[in-house]
C-alpha cells in the first residue's frame, strides 16, 4: 500500500489542516513528516475550531492513527498545549498519538537562540516564528541534538544541561534579548514528563510494518514548498525539506512507497515574514484579500502578505514535489472581486520566462498577468463543481490548463463541510 502526501506548493498556510482533516477519514493513519510548532493548521467542523501545531491533523477522526515522524522538531511545551485542549475537547489520543523516538527536541534555549539570532540580523531578519526551529535544526545537522528517545535514558539531565551550555556560549556573543530561562525551563522539564507519558515508537519500523500489512497512510507537511531549505527562497525559508522528499526522510519511507501527491494551493497567495513575495500587493486589492481571507498567522497572529495566485511559481513546486492533484483553497475569498489576476509569467533580466532567477531575493521579478472576470456570488451550499458558477469554473480550468495537474478538490470556507471534490477523480486515485 503507499503513502499519499498533503503538502502546501506556496508559503505555507494554504489550508494544509483542512484538507487534511476531511481527508483522513479514508485513511489509517495521519503521519507529520517534518517542521514543528511553527506550523498552525487550522481544523473546523462542529462549530469547533482547533489550531494544531504538532500533532497531525487527523486526530480528531476516531480510529486513526497519528504519528509524529522523526523529521519533526517536538518542543514539549507546546505539544503539552495541544494535548491540554484535545483532552479539553473529549478527543481520547493516548491510545493514537505515536511519536518517532528520534525526533529531534526543541529546548527552550533553541527558542532563545532563535529570538537572539533575529535581533542580530536587525532589518534582515527572517520573520521565524522564534519558536527555535533553526536552532533546533541547527543541532539536528550539527550532531548535537538531544532526540524525543533520548528522555528515556539514565542521563538526560546530563545531555540537556551539556547542550544548554553550549547553547549559553553562544549566546554571550549576541544581542541581548529578554527571556526567562528559569521560568520556560520549569515549564519545559514538566512537559518532558508528559511527552513520556506518550507512546514513543521507533517511527520508521512501524510505519514500514503498518505498510506490509495494508494500512492507508497519509503524510502531512508543515510550511509550504517555498520555504523549503533547499529550494525555497532561501534565506528567507524555514529549516528543513518541505517538499516530498522530506516524506521518506521525515518518515523513514522509501521512495517507491509514495503514492498520490496532493498539492495545495490558495486560490491567491499569501505570505507571513520576510522574503521575496512576486505577486504581492500593496493597495487596495491586497487589502482586500487579507480582509476577506481573513489573513493572520494561525501560530504568531502576523497579518500575511497577500496577492495574486503566481503559477511561474506554483509549476516550480508542482514539479519539485511531483504533484499529481491539485487542492484549490479559500476559493470564496474571491467572491467578490470584479476581476481575478493570475501571473503567467515572469519578466527579469529583459526576459519573459516562467523560470524562477536563482537571485529571486535580489532581482525585481515582475509578474505578467491575465485577467479574469470574477463571479460576484457566494459560493455557500454548492455542493458540486458543476454548481460552481461559470467563471469560477474558468479560473480552476486555466490553473489546470497552465498548471497540467487535476484540480480535485475546491475549499469554499473554513468549514470541514465545505469542499468540493470532482467525485469521480478523487474517489479514483486516493
Ligand atoms: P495550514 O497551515 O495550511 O493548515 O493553514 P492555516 O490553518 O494556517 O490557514 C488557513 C486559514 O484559512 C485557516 O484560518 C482556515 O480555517 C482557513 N481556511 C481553510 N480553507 C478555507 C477556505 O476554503 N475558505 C476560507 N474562507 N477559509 C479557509
Ligand atoms: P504552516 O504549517 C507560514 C515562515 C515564518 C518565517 C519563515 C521561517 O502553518 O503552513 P521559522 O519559524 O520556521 O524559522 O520561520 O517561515 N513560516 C511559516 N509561514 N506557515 C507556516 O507553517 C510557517 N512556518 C514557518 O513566518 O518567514
Ligand atoms: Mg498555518
Not at 149 to 160: E, H
Not at 184 to 206: M, N
Amino acid at each position: 500500500m503507499a503513502i499519499d502526501v498533503i503538502l502546501g506548493l506556496q508559503w505555507g498556510d494554504e489550508g494544509k489542516g483542512k484538507i487534511v482533516d476531511y481527508l483522513a477519514q479514508g485513511y489509517d493513519m495521519v503521519a507529520r513528516f517534518q517542521g514543528g510548532p511553527n506550523a498552525g493548521h487550522t481544523l473546523k467542523f462542529d462549530g469547533h475550531k482547533f489550531v494544531l501545531h504538532t500533532v497531525p491533523s487527523g486526530i480528531f477522526r476516531k480510529n486513526l492513527l497519528n504519528l509524529i515522524g522523526n523529521g519533526v522538531v517536538i518542543d514539549p511545551i507546546t505539544l503539552r498545549g495541544e494535548l491540554d485542549t484535545l483532552r479539553s475537547a473529549g478527543c481520547e489520543y493516548q491510545s493514537r498519538l505515536l511519536v518517532s523516538k528520534k525526533a529531534h527536541l526543541i529546548l527552550p534555549t533553541h527558542r532563545y537562540l532563535d529570538a537572539a539570532s533575529e535581533a542580530a540580523k536587525g532589518q534582515e531578519k527572517i520573520g521565524s516564528t522564534l519558536k527555535g526551529i533553526g536552532p533546533a535544526y541547527m543541532d539536528k545537522t550539527g550532531r548535537n541534538g538531544l532526540r524525543a528517545g533520548d528522555i528515556q535514558l539514565d542521563d538526560f539531565r546530563d545531555r540537556y544541561e551539556s547542550l544548554k551550555r553550549k547553547h549559553l556560549g553562544l549566546l554571550s556573543a549576541m544581542p541581548e534579548v529578554e527571556f526567562d530561562l528559569a521560568g520556560e525551563e520549569k515549564k519545559w522539564f514538566d512537559s518532558v514528563e508528559v511527552l513520556r507519558s506518550l507512546q514513543l515508537v521507533d517511527g520508521e519500523y512501524f510505519i514500514n510494518q503498518q505498510l506490509k500489512e495494508g494500512k492507508k497512510i497519509l503524510a502531512e507537511g508543515a510550511q509550504g514548498s517555498m520555504l523549503d531549505i533547499d529550494f525555497g527562497t532561501y534565506p528567507f525559508v524555514t529549516s528543513s525539506n518541505t517538499i516530498t522528499a522530506g516524506v521518506c526522510s521525515g518518515l523513514g519511507v522509501a521512495p517507491q512507497t509514495i503514492g498520490q501527491v496532493i498539492g495545495i494551493t490558495k486560490a491567491y497567495c499569501t505570505r507571513v515574514g520576510g522574503g521575496p513575495f512576486p505577486t504581492e500587493l500593496f493597495d487596495e486589492t491586497g487589502a482586500a484579500l487579507q480582509r476577506e481571507g481573513a489573513e493572520f498567522g494561525a501560530t504568531t497572529g502576523r497579518p500575511r502578505r497577500c496577492g495574486w495566485i503566481d503559477l511561474p511559481q506554483l509549476k516550480y513546486t508542482i514539479m519539485l514535489n511531483g504533484v499529481t492533484q491539485l487542492a484549490v483553497t479559500k476559493i470564496d475569498v474571491l467572491n467578490k472581486f470584479e476581476k481575478i489576476k493570475t501571473a503567467e509569467k515572469y519578466r527579469y533580466n529583459r526576459q519573459t520566462t516562467d523560470q524562477l532567477p536563482f537571485d529571486i531575493c535580489g532581482i525585481p521579478v515582475e509578474p505578467v498577468y491575465a485577467s479574469f472576470p470574477g463571479w460576484q456570488l457566494s459560493l455557500d451550499n454548492i455542493a458540486d463543481y458543476e454548481g460552481l458558477p461559470e467563471a469560477a469554473k474558468t479560473f480552476l480550468d486555466e490553473l489546470e490548463n497552465q498548471l497540467k495537474v487535476p484540480v480535485t478538490m475546491i475549499s469554499t470556507g473554513p468549514d470541514r463541510s465545505s469542499l468540493i471534490l470532482k467525485e469521480s477523480m478523487v474517489r479514483h486515485s486516493l
